[in-house]
């Protein structure tokens, strides 16, 4: 098939974006373009959201937006407008909610059809170009739809009108009368207790996807409560899903969901923010039990991270798609995971007999492949790796001592991994986005904290510096969102100020560096000037001055899915630097977001676990650790190890120099405050005396 000629989308950044920037579609990228187009010519909008490595939206663009025909419909009856979700998450999550609300189902790509005033009247997810899956074709939707604007205008905008309404009232919060107590934690423990699968881990039944907000409010409940049960359900999770083919097993870093109950078939396309968030997750599960399974899959994801998801400049990259091609010769030609699939042959090509079979044991290799669960026959003949055998067993059945197979086993492993280097990659999305670069800070931050790695020190610090450079609007005091291809665009939204906000505070307690202590007190402080709901509490998704390029509703995002909600992070980044500063603006306000989502945990506690946590270190007694003394000192090292062998979420730490209160070395000596409630002890200076302080 020719390429059409460019449409508008060729002077995008966006991979997403720019994937259809040959579609014989007239695409416009959202803004006043497009929306002054379908104002002036009376047409409907067509709105398509999607991200660059949803496999759907291939296959929707395959179908349908490369069709010289059904272009031609879209281009004569509709303004037609696409859509990154990851660049536009106000934008996504608007239209999101009417297309939950309509069909009872959400997804990618979005589809959604406008009025030129940008108010929904019908909405799905994919649709084939054709009737089929029982789904009506693309073509024919758009054809009705036509139809039903030039027959019948006023009813369809009279429908818009009533959909914003109903948005606008679910989206509403009224000012809680208090924040509620401890009951909440524990009913929100028992709503995840009959959600657990104690046998595979997990919440919910397959298709089953990491939601690592339930770990960091499990792991706090137990911290809180010593609840052995809550603790293990995050072990058994993380263990199940550190086995199944939901990781992989040679390159590290974890694939985005698992289409079965038992982690092995995995949804391929692997995204930043499940890295950065299940790396805490591991961190802290190590912190808490000291067992090196959970440090190593730690290790494994900041491994994948520095080897092929980190641009030179320090930002780390998006995502990687699921699809890519099997064959070199037919690039054109991609399905789902054959990047990381493998037939018996090449391993045993490969590798020397014995080694060969001992990986194909412990991976679970089989002769005619092992993936029983392909109705569709994608993986025909093919393994997806995944621990079939504990290294133990499989040294055993080999005959060798375990650290024998262990390192057999990992020689191999890098083998293969050169090997599979040399296949067509899938598509990296290498836009650079201030939250999830925030979350991966936050992550390498507690790594070289926890595992005593400065490498993963020296990363989070490039990235952090990254984002500065490249993301902080020094003139405007604003931060944005993208980068890619040396362009800087769209303003920040609530998330991006709280998750790099966060990430500075994890990067100052490990560094001790007062510019990045700084930073967040300035980002902090924007976030309340440009996002908070000053009458009723909590915070908007986007900033009150968008204008006509922002979504048509404020929302207020209070679910913690697949990352935390922008809400559930502030307030947890308010209340730690209330307890560093001090300050009544920022504890007040991480109270009325408490109070505003008061509700909320208390009816939906399953819905907003990250929400749970803050409120779980708002009712701590607060603890802080200063420090003062020379930083390089073996005693103030010895001390910070001390600290840091330890799970301590309701404590913050800081150095003299940042406290409200200056607190001298003794002596010029390593010393360290211990203060609770409000009331400091007597000053150590050695790790002995602070350990008996922390018990």
């Avoid at 520095?306 to 099997?326: N, V």
């Avoid at 301590?648 to 406290?659: A, C, F, H, N």
Wanted: charged share 25%; proline share 5%; glycine share 6%.
């Amino acid at each position: 098939m020719s390429q059409s000629p460019a449409n508008r989308l060729a002077h995008e950044k966006s991979p997403y974006l720019l994937q259809h920037a040959h579609n014989p579609v007239d695409w416009y990228p959202w803004g006043d373009e497009a929306f002054e187009k379908a104002k002036r010519e009376n047409r409907p909008i067509f709105l398509s959201v999607g991200y660059s490595t949803c496999h759907w939206c291939h296959v929707m663009e395959r179908e349908s937006f490369e069709s010289e025909e059904i272009a031609r419909v879209l281009n004569e009856h509709f303004v037609s407008i696409k859509v990154d979700r990851e660049e536009r998450p106000d934008v996504d999550r608007m239209y999101m909610l009417f297309v939950q609300a309509s069909t009872g189902s959400d997804g990618w790509p979005m589809s959604v059809w406008l009025t030129p005033e940008r108010k929904p009247f019908f909405g799905g997810t994919y649709f084939p170009p054709d009737n089929r899956y029982g789904r009506p074709g693309f073509r024919a939707v758009l054809e009705r739809l036509s139809e039903a604007w030039r027959d019948d205008r006023a009813r369809v905008e009279e429908s818009g009108d009533k959909v914003i309404e109903q948005l606008r009232e679910y989206s509403s919060l009224g000012t809680g009368e208090a924040v509620p107590g401890r009951e909440v934690l524990d009913r929100a423990f028992q709503g995840f207790r009959r959600m657990f699968d104690s046998r595979l881990g997990g919440f919910g039944r397959a298709p089953k996807f990491p939601r690592p907000s339930i770990h960091n409010f499990l792991v706090r409940y137990y911290a809180e409560t010593r609840n052995e049960e809550a603790l293990e359900m995050l072990l058994v999770t993380l263990r199940e899903m550190a086995k199944g083919g939901m990781k992989d097993q040679i390159g590290g870093g974890f694939h985005r969901y698992s289409v079965d109950e038992r982690w092995f078939v995995p949804h391929f396309e692997k995204m930043l923010y499940d890295q950065a968030q299940l790396a805490v997750s591991y961190l802290e599960a190590f912190q808490i039990t000291r067992d090196g399974q959970y440090a190593a899959a730690a290790r494994d994801i900041f491994t994948y991270l520095l080897r092929d998801m980190t641009d030179p400049g320090g930002g780390f990259y998006s995502a990687e798609d699921a699809d890519s091609a099997s064959d070199p010769a037919h690039p054109q030609e991609k399905s789902e995971g054959a990047f990381y699939v493998w037939r018996k042959q090449e391993i045993e090509e490969a590798l020397e007999p014995p080694v060969a079979a001992m990986f194909c044991y412990r991976y679970g290799v089989g002769d005619s492949g092992n993936v029983e669960e392909d109705p569709q026959g994608e993986f025909r003949g093919t393994n997806i790796l995944y621990q079939a055998h504990a290294m133990e067993e499989t040294a055993a059945h080999a005959g060798v001592a375990v650290e024998s197979a262990r390192a057999e086993l990992q020689s191999a492993s890098a083998k293969l991994l050169e090997i599979r280097a040399s296949r067509p990659r899938p598509l990296r999305d290498d836009k650079v986005l201030a939250a999830w670069n925030g979350l991966m800070i936050s992550a390498f931050a507690k790594g070289a904290q926890i595992l005593n790695d400065q490498s993963y020190a020296q990363a989070a610090r490039a990235a952090a510096d990254f984002v500065r450079r490249n993301l902080w609007d020094e003139r405007r005091d604003i931060l944005q969102r993208r980068y890619r291809a040396g362009e800087s665009a769209i303003d920040g939204f609530l998330d991006d100020y709280a998750f790099c906000g966060l990430a500075l505070l994890d990067l100052y307690e490990c560094t001790f560096e007062a510019r990045d202590f700084e930073w967040t007190v300035r980002l902090a402080e924007r976030a309340i000037e440009l996002f908070a709901d000053t009458e009723n509490g909590g915070f908007f998704s986007t900033a009150a001055d968008s204008g006509d390029q922002g979504a048509l509703l404020r929302l207020k995002d209070d679910y913690d899915g697949a990352e935390p909600s922008g809400n559930s992070a502030t307030a947890m980044l308010l209340l730690r630097l209330a307890r560093m500063t001090d300050r009544t603006d920022f504890r007040a306000a991480a109270e009325n977001t408490l109070r505003a989502f008061a509700s909320r945990m208390t009816e939906a506690g399953t819905g907003v676990p990250q929400m749970l946590a803050a409120h779980s270190f708002a009712l701590a007694r607060p603890r802080e650790i200063v420090l003062a003394g020379p930083r390089d000192d073996p005693a103030m090292q010895e001390m910070l190890a001390s600290i840091r062998r330890r799970f301590l979420p309701g404590t913050v730490i800081l150095r003299s120099e940042q406290s409200t209160a200056p607190m001298p070395a003794l002596q010029g000596a390593a010393t360290a405050y211990v203060c609770e409630n409000f009331a400091c002890k007597l000053p150590v200076t050695s790790a002995i005396a602070l350990d008996e302080l922390l018990e």
